[in-house]
């Protein structure tokens, strides 16, 4: 059985993010949105003999709820290309971006889920927040039309009702 390499860097190398997140058009089903996207601060890369075959990406976001400052680990860009998934790799990706999490004392864990793999994320912790949220986008408030999934990791609170991510969406 092929072992998979994890590797982590600020910013996977141009070839890599090509043959990742542009093997397809849309393979994330974004882009009828047309939003601009924040780019990930952390990469994690799964690699099959030195080929990056899954991602997970992380963004670090301070955020003002309920009068505390709060901090939030956007995972964005979560992708196995196709002919590497059902092995368990994201989910080992997604293990190990919850560690770097909870050694950079993150509050939350955030991301933008597809109503098909919420069941995926909730297997590993991840709740549906049940209020909308509003994201940046060229200037203006949108309230997101895809649901906020988010992982607690402190004793800090999410606040009840709509919540502003002042940023863009990751
Ligand atoms: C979602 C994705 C990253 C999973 O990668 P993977 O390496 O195959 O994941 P794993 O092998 O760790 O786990 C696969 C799990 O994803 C679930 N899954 C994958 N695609 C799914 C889909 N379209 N609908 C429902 N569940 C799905 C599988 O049921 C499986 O769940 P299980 O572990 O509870 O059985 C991969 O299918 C992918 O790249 N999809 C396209 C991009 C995408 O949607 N990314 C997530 C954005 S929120």
């Known amino acids: ?31 009828h949105l047309g939003w601009d996207w ?13 080929k990056p075959v899954s991602h997970v990406g992380l963004l670090f976001h301070p955020l003002h709820l309920d009068g505390r400052e709060v ?3 956007g995972v964005s860009s979560v992708i196995t290309l196709p002919e590497a998934r059902g092995k368990g ?5 997604m293990s190990e971006a919850a560690g770097e999490m909870r050694r950079r004392s993150v509050d939350f864990g955030a991301l933008f889920c597809s109503t098909e793999l919420r069941p995926f994320y909730a297997s590993q912790g991840w709740q549906l927040l049940d209020h909308p949220v509003t994201v940046d986008q060229s200037g203006r408030k949108v309230r997101s039309p895809l649901r906020l999934m988010l992982l607690p990791l402190t004793d800090a609170n999410w606040p009840e009702g709509p919540v502003d991510l002042k940023s863009e969406p990751w």
């Open 1 to 31: 059985m092929t072992e998979l390499e994890i590797r982590v860097a600020p910013q996977l190398p141009r070839d890599e993010r090509g043959a990742l997140f542009q093997f397809e058009d849309d393979p994330w089903g974004v882009n």
């Open 38 to 50: 924040r780019e990930p601060e952390l990469s994690f890369g799964g690699y099959e003999n030195d």
């Open 71 to 73: 901090l939030v680990a």
């Open 89 to 93: 790799y994201a989910r080992r990706l």
